[in-house]
């Protein structure tokens, strides 16, 4: 094989003996160059020999990490020569990595189906972001009204105390009679959130807690008391002297469990 010259000061300006002529230093290489190493063809010759040394020596890289064996728990590391599969502990000594500090963590469930959960008192429904937040939706009638009785709104079970958070009238329903002038209370018996007038009771309209037809509570404290433990909230007469004998409502109670 030639020896090639090394290419001496690139901005040197020489005279070529042959032509006498005054050129380039990288020229005068260059041709000597070709002469030495037989032209064109035999740089190529050379280029590609050393091209086939490089792919060769990436084969057999590539035949080191194909001889690795996978085995669960261990990484594949290398340096450009030899590759091995090692634990966790001395891979991370081997890459120089430092466990961090700052580790986000993320915890997912999933559920499928319709009723996914249910509390001590029976009332189930779909997810929600707090199971303590309820919606409870009850038509109350006339007949279970009648002789002092009450619907139960809310079932409460042992040791459960309940914060009402909204109350809705539909005006879904019957209006109660004409002949009948009795109120009605949402009450656990101690507290009253509300007390629904008779003119709202025989001409149904779409009341909220808050409205004429669904007012707050006449006494302050009750709007953000908790029911009594383990005690029902119900709706009953309150007021009036006669009962009604037709009517029926739909009210919706949005509350939330507090023990």
Do not use: C
């Amino acid at each position: 094989m030639a020896v090639i010259p090394r290419i001496p000061n690139p901005g040197l300006i020489v005279i070529d003996l042959k032509t006498g002529q005054m050129v380039p230093v990288w020229w005068r290489f260059f041709h000597d160059l070709m002469e030495r190493t037989g032209g064109v063809g035999s740089l190529t010759i050379l280029f590609q020999s050393d091209v086939g040394e490089v792919v060769q020596a990436w084969g057999e890289r590539l035949d080191d990490i194909a001889a690795l064996v996978a085995a669960d728990g261990t990484f594949i590391v290398g340096d450009g020569d030899n590759f091995v599969g090692e634990s966790p502990a001395v891979a991370r000594a081997s890459l120089a990595l430092v466990p961090g500090t700052h580790v986000f963590k993320q915890r997912t469930f999933a559920a499928a189906g319709g009723a996914f959960w249910a509390n001590a008192s029976g009332v189930s429904g779909n997810p929600t972001i707090d199971v303590a937040l309820q919606v409870f939706e009850v038509t109350v009638g006339q007949a279970a009204l009648a002789s002092g009785g009450e619907v139960i709104l809310l079932d409460a079970a042992a040791s459960e105390t309940w914060k009402v958070l909204d109350i809705v009238l539909s005006a879904d329903g019957t209006n109660f009679d004409a002949g009948g002038d009795r109120d009605l209370d949402i009450t656990d018996g101690t507290s009253i959130w509300s007390v629904v007038p008779a003119a709202t009771l025989k001409a149904l309209a779409v009341s909220r807690w808050g409205d004429a037809g669904m007012p707050n509570p006449a006494t302050a404290s009750h709007l953000f008391a908790a029911s009594v433990s383990a005690t029902d909230i119900v709706a009953k007469y309150s007021g009036g002297a006669t009962d009604y004998t037709a009517g029926s409502l739909t009210l919706r109670i949005t509350a939330y469990r507090t023990a």
